[in-house]
């Protein structure tokens, strides 16, 4: 069957015939609507003519072309952004987990530096003893890895007087020689003394004066009051002072262990014993040494480098304000507690990090009026595992997970799966519970990571939600969704 076509009567012809004028008429105006555009676009592309002031019937009439317009350019489009890679692995329902309270995170690529994961990262979270980082990077930038805290004694002002100088060594130990305190290595008290009375050369000693002035020594400045004191009674950190012995632990050979109302006198009463005389027979006062004084005898501390490497494992309180008042006195600035922040603060900007949103108000991060953003303490984690001036000596001491230190017993359950994986330091006050550090993916990346969780909450369940977010990263790797 052939396909139907239109009847002979009907089409344009019949139209035509019906209505020949209009046909004409139409053709005629649509004929001179092309003539006339052909020569508007003739006219364009010989450009227009201008005439002078003469009338243009004038003989004196002069025409003249007048320069081309200039096109417009076409505008430009902008280079198109790059394509950003689809992530699909959640760990959006582990951070909303309600042991974690009100969670500051952040998730960094370590390599590219994309950050993947973000819980109000720009916002300044108290970090607990992840403060710690930061202070002991102050340290290393303002004292340098070889620096040795030093304690002297000097000649004192009257005969048979000598002086002695703390300068911020919380190592120096009381216990005899051959006997190891929780700083192994530490200088003792018993050498400082045998230097002593060898220059004093059979000199009677009728006075010891105590100087502790390398920065203010007053009560109100050896203790920040927003830290609860049951933190001095139950054994976890000293008054700040710039001399004492032992940490000023009650037992030398714990890490937790109370500690006096006065290291300044429990110094000197072991130094009195330590040169073997006679409690009721020597006067001892606190003051200061004469800085034209002779030296007696001086004693120092193991490197910054090896004092680092004993506090950061176990989160030790001490040595951290310790370090944070020296470096503070090294800079310029004193050492008094107000002096703590502008100092750590200027160290860690030397480092190329933003520090807005840090507030370093001690070097241990006991006090929760601390404030370090999440995604500060990320990009600053890029930086110890890149070694950055000297900050390898931070990522080596830091616990791993189920392995080491302070993170040992911790990643147990379904979190073990990231053991050996992340390299971390933790950090725990009554209203803060924190990790952050390093994690080596499950699929070879390299990621940083700091989790800030703010609350009064259950220390076991609050440390398991953590584990499993950090392990969480460790099984999405790259693939982490900002979900």
């Known amino acids: 069957m052939q396909p139907t076509q239109p009847a002979s009567g009907g ?48 003989p004196n009439a002069v025409t003249s072309p007048s320069a081309s317009p200039t096109p417009t350019a076409r505008p430009t489009p902008t280079a198109l952004a790059a394509p950003t890679k689809l992530r699909t692995c959640s760990i959006a329902g582990l951070a909303a987990s309600r042991n974690l309270g009100k969670l500051g995170a952040s ?93 004093m050369n059979d000199q009677p000693i009728t006075s010891i004066v105590l100087d502790s002035t390398m920065w203010d020594p007053s009560a109100a400045d050896t203790w920040d009051p927003s830290v609860p004191m049951t933190e001095r009674t139950q054994g976890f950190l000293p008054y700040v002072t710039a001399l004492m012995v032992d940490g000023d632990r009650a037992n030398p050979r714990v890490l937790t262990s109370p500690r006096s109302l006065d290291p300044v006198a429990a110094a000197g009463a072991a130094f009195v014993s330590a040169l073997g005389l006679d409690p009721k027979k020597v006067d001892v006062s606190k003051g200061k040494a004469a800085s034209t004084a002779n030296q007696l005898g001086q004693v120092q501390s193991q490197p910054l480098s090896t004092l680092i490497g004993q506090m950061m494992p176990v989160s030790d309180n001490t040595l951290a304000e310790l370090m944070a008042r020296v470096s503070s006195v090294k800079a310029g600035n004193g050492g008094g507690m107000a002096s703590i922040a502008p100092t750590i603060q200027t160290a860690i900007a030397a480092y190329g990090i933003d520090t807005a949103g840090l507030v370093a108000r001690d070097g241990s991060g006991e006090s929760n009026l601390d ?35 302070s993170l040992a017993k911790r990643f147990t359950g379904a979190s073990s799966i990231a053991r050996g994986a992340i390299t971390a330091k933790s950090g725990y006050i009554l209203t803060a519970f924190t990790l952050a550090g390093v994690v080596r993916a499950k699929d ?6 700091a989790f800030f969780a703010e609350g009064r909450l259950s220390p076991s369940a609050a440390y398991t939600a953590l584990d499993a977010l950090a392990a969480g990263v460790f099984t999405c790797g790259n693939n982490v969704a900002n979900n």
């Open 11 to 58: 089409g344009l012809g019949a139209v035509f015939a019906k209505h020949p004028r209009g046909w004409i008429t139409a053709a005629a105006a649509v004929a001179f609507v092309l003539l006339g555009t052909g020569a508007v676009f003739a006219g364009a592309a010989v450009g227009k003519t201008t005439t002078t002031a003469t009338a243009p019937d004038s």
């Open 371 to 405: 404030a370090i953003p999440p995604a500060m303490m990320a990009k600053f984690m890029v930086l110890v595992l890149g070694g950055t001036k000297n900050l390898k000596i931070i990522y080596d001491s830091l616990p791993v997970a189920g392995v080491s230190g």
């Open 444 to 449: 070879g990346t390299t990621l940083t990571v």
């Open 107 to 199: 998730v960094i690529n370590a390599t590219s530096g994309e950050v993947l994961f973000d819980r109000a990262g720009g916002t300044g979270v108290a970090p607990a003893s992840v403060t710690k980082v930061l202070t002991a990077a102050a340290a290393l930038s303002i004292l340098g890895p070889d620096y040795r805290f030093s304690t002297t004694v000097y000649v004192g002002a009257t005969p048979g007087q000598i002086v002695l100088v703390g300068g911020g060594d919380p190592t120096l130990s009381a216990l005899p020689a051959g006997q190891q305190s929780v700083y192994a290595n530490a200088p003792k008290l018993s050498e400082l003394a045998a230097k002593v009375l060898s220059a």
